[in-house]
């Protein structure tokens, strides 16, 4: 038997969780900003190293090439990055949207039950009586379906039966 503190303890867990999950994504958020404030540093130091490879040095041509290959990267690990945390976050959603609809099955079981020991014995007979004419009808049109296809199948044989008799006699009556 589940008690309410059960249910409510329950339901603390499952909000606990989404808390968790929540602060999960803005733990996410603040990774993705301090990489959005890696690149535009990174872009800034390859601002600088262009301008200086315009005025005419060919030294470190090597470095801003190297700089905007990390700046790249960066950026792809980025979009990898948030690829991935979209991935999670849409997966947790689920998996928290799940765990409240079966939560919240259970509460609506527990309460249907509560609510049926709470009424007198005429209200819970008619309650099983109902439950147990509902299996008869479910007994009856099963057996009106079966019923139904037997006599099809007479029906078809009747007829096949009769189409002979008559091919019969007309060939007796053709001879």
Known sequence: VVTRDDVEESLKEVFQFVKDKEQLLQDLHSQIEETEKKIAEKQQERDYWLEYQNVGSKIHAERISSL???????????ERTEEHYREALRAVKEE??????????????????????????????????????????????????????????????NTSLVAKLIDIKLQHLGA
């Open 96 to 157: 928290n949207k799940k765990l409240f609809d079966s939560h919240m099955k259970v509460l609506s079981e527990e309460a249907l039950k509560n609510a049926v020991g709470y009424l007198d014995k005429n209200c819970r007979r008619e309650i099983e009586e109902n439950e147990w004419l509902k299996e008869e009808v479910k007994i009856y049109r099963k057996e009106e379906r079966d019923l139904k296809a037997s006599v099809q199948l007479l029906e078809e044989e």
């Open 68 to 78: 905007e290959k990390d700046i790249m990267e960066v950026k792809n690990e980025l």
